[in-house]
């Protein structure tokens, strides 16, 4: 079952069965203009159903409107994770993180947000986030989901970064936005997320990080979320690199036959938030 409405768009197996919500997994990602969720059915090993929301104007009250509404979002599910949008954070080499001390690095954050700080470590990568979340979307949350397992808004591209090549350039998108990342040899060299209008913006971003971060033409190039072959950026990318794929969905173990019908690559970053521990 599929329906349409502005911007959002809701896949269902019209086989779920609301009441084995306790028997699923949430996914609920949250970026700067966009949320999107998806029901994993872990004994069935199925994705029962996938929701996404583009160009929200007011992410706060996209968000918090949904989870009045939105029949599916107040099941009982097994387990709840998800990744949220916030402009404080910041990424803290290990052989420099100190665990008790994370008021210091609260410091350096530009906003005036919740107070509670979050941790998250990223082993394979050497450093450990530490995050705080606007305070309406943390009060949303608690309110709705007070038992979900919060990650740092990066944590579903690093998911993918650690299962793609040891060197590597992801690109997520949205419709307003590139979250990008770029991987030599194992090491996370960059990561950073863009608001971009149009191709052209990002063509002016794509090529200012190839001359900055000296990004081979041959490096395996890995796009996702809301971009189309032969669309105006993967035309761009294209121009670029010599090896690009769209960079599919994790968890193969997992029936995806919702998605049949839609490009598998728009909710790839999505599902790799069940990877995220």
Do not use: W
Request: aromatic fraction near 12%; glycine fraction near 4%; charged fraction near 20%.
């Amino acid at each position: 079952m599929m329906k349409n409405s502005k911007n959002s768009i809701l896949l269902v197996d019209p086989e779920f069965d609301p009441a084995t919500a306790p028997d699923c997994s949430l996914l609920l990602k949250i970026t700067g203009d966009s949320f999107s969720y998806a029901i994993i059915d872990k004994n069935n090993k199925q994705l029962k159903a996938v929701f996404d929301q583009q160009e929200c104007e007011d992410i706060s009250f996209s968000l918090a409107l949904a989870l009045k509404q939105d029949n599916y979002l107040g099941l009982p599910f097994r387990d709840i994770k998800t990744s949220v949008y916030t402009r404080n954070t910041i990424a803290i080499p290990d052989e420099l993180y100190a665990e008790d001390d994370l008021n210091s690095y609260a410091k350096f954050f530009t906003e005036e947000q919740s107070g509670n700080l979050y941790v998250q470590p990223f082993a394979k990568y050497g450093f450990t986030a530490i995050f705080n979340l606007q305070q309406f979307i943390e009060d949303t949350l608690d309110l709705h989901m007070a038992d979900a397992k919060r990650f740092e808004q990066n944590a579903p591209v690093l998911a993918l970064a650690a299962a793609a090549g040891s060197s590597s350039f992801l690109l997520d998108f949205t419709v307003g936005s590139v979250n990008v990342l770029l991987q030599k040899d194992g090491k996370l060299v960059f990561q950073n997320t863009f608001d971009i209008e149009n191709a052209q913006e990002f063509h002016y971003y794509l090529a200012l990080l190839i001359q900055e971060l000296l990004i081979d033409t041959g490096i395996e190039v890995l796009m996702s979320g809301m971009i189309h072959e032969n669309d105006d950026y993967h035309t761009c990318i294209s121009s670029y690199f010599n090896h690009t794929t769209f960079n599919l969905p994790p968890a193969n173990d997992i029936e995806k036959a919702i998605l049949e019908d839609m490009p598998a690559h728009y909710y790839s970053s999505l599902l790799a938030l069940d990877l995220c521990v």
